[in-house]
């Protein structure tokens, strides 16, 4: 059974950061488009980054310039750099790989990371 182990979330001051960590077990996400989600209180899951298997990388729009996802093959994981963050990106943050569809992958999800953006 596939599985991912999200952590790193935390409590963090509007303009903070954090770093996200994934580690996926069962399969081999080389292959594999990965991506983070995230989904805040009342709100559908929605996409925030992807990063295709030669790197490329794909970001919601408010997420541009301060926002970095990577992986490390070797390790099965996948990170999400979170920077200037906002009170609005609350959320509990998921990841997952993607079909060529756009849709997931693999069900069930992790259990996420909670990340809470405050005063």
């Known amino acids: 059974q596939v599985q991912f182990v999200e952590s790193g979330g935390g409590l963090v001051q509007p303009g903070g950061s954090l770093r996200l960590s994934c580690v996926a077990s069962?399969?081999?996400?080389?292959?594999?488009?990965m991506a983070w989600y995230r989904q805040a209180p009342g709100k559908q899951r929605e996409l925030v980054a992807r990063?295709?298997?030669?790197?490329?990388?794909n970001y919601v729009d408010s997420g541009e310039g301060r926002f970095a996802i990577s992986r490390d093959n070797a390790k099965n994981m996948v990170y999400l750099q979170m920077n200037s963050l906002r009170p609005e990106e609350t959320a509990v943050y998921y990841c997952?790989?993607?079909?060529?569809?756009?849709?997931?992958?693999?069900?069930?999800w992790g259990q996420g990371t909670q990340v809470t953006v405050s005063s």
């Open positions: 069962g399969t081999i996400i080389s292959i594999y488009t």
């Open positions: 990063i295709i298997s030669s790197g490329r990388t």
């Open positions: 997952n790989a993607m079909n060529s569809g756009g849709g997931v992958l693999f069900n069930p």
